[in-house]
């Protein structure tokens, strides 16, 4: 099956520090991965669309300078969360799909392990 | 946006019975799916049904759609320890390949 990997898993920096998390399609071709948040005992908040190649397109409310996504790859995304502060402490995860896949696959996501980021 | 609200929030049963949550969201569906997420992990693909299907099987996961409600269910049978996790529904109505998730269920299998 697709696999996407996510790393760090884990990460602390301090505050007004910049920290990038990496996801990596590992067999697959993703010319789309997403970025979520997640807040404890919550539900996954779409963060933007990573688009290969191009600029990555954010949702309503999240901030594009602060929340850098690059998808220089078919196979790598990376979000960089600058001047990282304490209430930028989440749980983030990625996903990807598998645009080789069949018709209705292609619909599917796969998820990364997710990075927990907390800001001291 | 988050469009999809299940019930129940939390769901705590005996190994061997049966699970079932619902899910209900807002807007026009090209499919729903649904997703199980272990504690402090990413979300790990279960099962998808088309809209215009009404219900789907995949071993012991049973999933309805009833699309005039706007509505999907997803029974676990024979439940297991190993099945204690939180579950989401998700949603894809746009053909831009983005999913909106429901608020989740948690799920605790007792031994």
């Known amino acids: 099956g697709a696999v996407v990997s996510q790393h760090p898993s884990w990460v602390i920096c301090k505050s007004g520090t910049s920290v990038k998390i990496e996801c990596r399609s590992l067999d697959f071709q993703a010319t789309t991965m997403f970025w979520y948040r997640q807040f404890p005992k919550q539900s996954l908040m779409l963060m933007a669309t990573s688009n290969e190649g191009s600029k990555a397109t954010y949702e309503q409310g999240v901030e594009k300078d602060k929340f850098l996504i690059n998808h220089a790859s078919l196979t790598l995304s990376t979000l960089t969360v600058t001047s990282a502060h304490p209430e930028d402490s989440s749980f983030y995860i990625c996903?990807?799909?598998?645009?080789?896949?069949?018709?209705?696959?292609?619909?599917?996501?796969?998820f990364g392990a997710g990075t927990r980021l907390s800001v001291l | 946006s988050q469009q999809g609200e299940e019930d129940p929030q939390a769901l705590s049963i005996q190994e061997g019975e049966n699970a079932t949550m619902n899910c209900s969201y807002k807007?026009?569906?090209?499919?729903l799916q649904w997703y199980r997420q272990n504690s402090g992990r990413g979300l790990v693909h279960l099962i998808l049904i088309r809209s215009n299907e009404r219900e789907k099987h995949s071993g012991r996961l049973r999933v309805t759609l009833d699309t005039s409600k706007k509505s999907s269910s997803l029974l676990i049978t024979a439940s297991r320890a190993a099945d204690t996790a939180s579950y989401f529904c998700a949603t894809d109505g746009s053909n831009t390949g983005k999913l909106i998730f429901g608020q989740g269920t948690t799920l605790q299998v007792k031994p």
């Open positions: 807007t026009s569906i090209n499919n």
């Open positions: 996903s990807a799909r598998d645009l080789g896949a069949t018709a209705l696959a292609k619909n599917i996501q796969y």
